[in-house]
């Protein structure tokens, strides 16, 4: 076999510290790059004073890449000087020495930090299936990502490197619905060695798409309100109403749940209260009150309602506002004579409602064909108003329009008007109405008028009648007295407080 003379002195193209660099000295090492394999490459490190830096070299990718590690910690802003030398090739030929400079920096002492994160912190209705990622602000290694529920317990699942910034977690089965997690992340630590301090953020699941035989919770609303949207209570332990169905036929049970609204953060945040009504028939009412102690004077909540039935959930409804407003308690009064009775025919404004006002304003509200109805009340009168009706079909909560024809049923729209009187000072008049049928009044006296008109009667899906009107009106005070009907009412009635 023939050998072939090798008389070329291999050449250093590359080096990785150059002139004016500015090198973190705590994670500074030397590499320089050959031509070709060599062997016995020595580097020689030196300060601005000419001392040397120790340290040892160490050949790799076949001997062409040759790396110097410091044996101590460079110095910060300072000039070092590199010579690479002694570099020997398979013919022996021995490299011409080569040298560079480069400058430290300041060591790097700020620790990596995260800068996002999915989901975000304090995200809700987060699918349950959602990975979770951290971005870093520098190339990290060792970080770790732990998620627990809300009562402390881990959740199992894989963590990935996505990239030297990234890292994700997935979990091995889909998290809790409408939950709070709480994810960590630690032990994040950059090229320079600097740890990341433990970092927390929390998010909420949402709730699973049910599915179809789940039950259903509908007309929904809360006991007693003072506005026509429902939406104000004067009530510390309020109830709520509503009422289940489910496509099988089983007993539910109803959930609800109050919380501070969002909107005001000052207030509070988060759940107040959940309660359940259990072994509610299919197409039956629940009803639960909030207990005392849970809500305050002046608080803004939402509140929302399900049904589950064998444990399938059913959709949760839309939140609804309610604001707690209780009025100030009345102040104690001494009973004491004036001593200028106002004579009863002294006159005075009660703001009547009639029949007819309390159905047109019912009419003009918003709220024409509200299953619950529409109500006014003022000091000396009050009015409700409603279409009622007997039949086997469903209606909408807020149109009360039939959700299916009607084949057999009643419906009728229905008014009742109830009048108080204000007394004189020595309690045997009223103040504007000397008397009602030749009859004189009394401050404890009420008037009821009632009318009951458009009914239509529903017979195999025909309509057999279309009645005209019936109206009754009465008087009661006790011990009961009958008073003739006021002006145009067909009807009388007794009726006693």
């Not at 032990?187 to 709730?207: I, K, P, Q, Y």
Request: include cysteine; hydrophobic fraction near 35%; charged fraction near 15%.
């Amino acid at each position: 076999m023939a050998w072939e003379s090798d008389a070329e002195v291999p050449t250093w193209p590359t080096y990785s510290e150059a002139m004016a660099m500015q090198i973190d000295p705590r994670r500074v090492n030397m590499t320089a790059t050959f031509s070709e394999s060599v062997t016995d490459v020595q580097f020689t490190v030196k300060d601005p004073s000419g001392a040397e830096v120790p340290g040892g070299a160490a050949g790799d990718n076949g001997n062409k890449l040759w790396t110097f590690t410091p044996g101590r910690q460079l110095d910060p802003e300072t000039v070092y000087t590199v010579t690479v030398h002694e570099g020997k090739d398979l013919g022996g030929n021995v490299m011409s020495p080569y040298s560079w400079s480069f400058t430290t920096s300041q060591p790097d002492t700020t620790p990596p930090t995260v800068t996002g994160t999915v989901p975000a912190a304090n995200a809700t209705d987060v699918e349950p299936g959602t990975p979770l990622r951290v971005t870093f602000s520098e190339p990290v290694s060792n970080a770790t990502v732990s998620v627990k529920d809300a009562a402390g317990s881990a959740v199992a699942g894989t963590q990935t490197v996505e990239s030297a910034t990234a890292l994700v977690f997935a979990p091995t089965q889909p998290l809790t619905e409408e939950t709070v997690f709480t994810a960590e992340v630690s032990r994040a630590t950059d090229e320079a060695g600097n740890v990341m301090a433990a970092s927390s953020w929390t998010f909420t699941t949402a709730a699973l798409q049910p599915p179809e035989n789940s039950p259903s919770v509908e007309y929904e609303y809360v006991s007693p309100t003072t506005d026509e949207a429902g939406e104000v209570t004067s009530s510390l332990t309020p109830a709520f109403e509503a009422r289940v169905s489910d496509p099988d036929g089983r007993a539910s049970t109803l959930t609800v749940q109050v919380e501070h609204d969002p909107s005001v953060p000052a207030q509070g945040s988060g759940l107040i209260w959940s309660g359940t009504s259990v072994s509610v028939p299919s197409n039956g009412w629940a009803y639960l009150s909030i207990p005392a102690g849970k809500l305050a004077k002046g608080w803004k909540t939402r509140w929302r309602a399900r049904a589950t039935a064998d444990g399938v959930n059913g959709a949760w409804t839309a939140w609804h506002m309610l604001t707690v407003t209780v009025p100030s308690p009345a102040v104690a009064r001494t009973n004491a004579q004036a001593q200028d009775p106002l004579p009863t025919d002294r006159p005075f404004n009660y703001e009547r409602m009639t029949i007819s006002a309390c159905r047109q304003a019912r009419l003009q509200s918003g709220r024409s064909y509200h299953a619950f109805g529409w109500a006014v009340v003022k000091p000396y009168t009050a009015c409700y108003s409603r279409w009622k009706g007997w039949a086997t079909y469903k209606t909408d909560l807020y149109t009360n329009l039939p959700k299916e024809p009607i084949k057999n049923g009643v419906m009728m729209e229905t008014v009742v008007v109830m009048n108080t009187y204000l007394g004189n000072a020595d309690g045997n008049g009223v103040i504007g109405i000397g008397n009602v049928g030749g009859q004189a009044l009394r401050p404890r006296d009420i008037s009821v008028t009632t009318s009951i008109e458009n009914i239509r009667q529903m017979r195999d899906g025909v309509e057999v009648t279309q009645a005209t009107t019936s109206r009754s009106s009465s008087t009661s005070t006790p011990p009961v007295r009958t008073v003739p009907p006021a002006t145009g009412s067909s009807a009388n009635a007794v009726w006693t407080d």
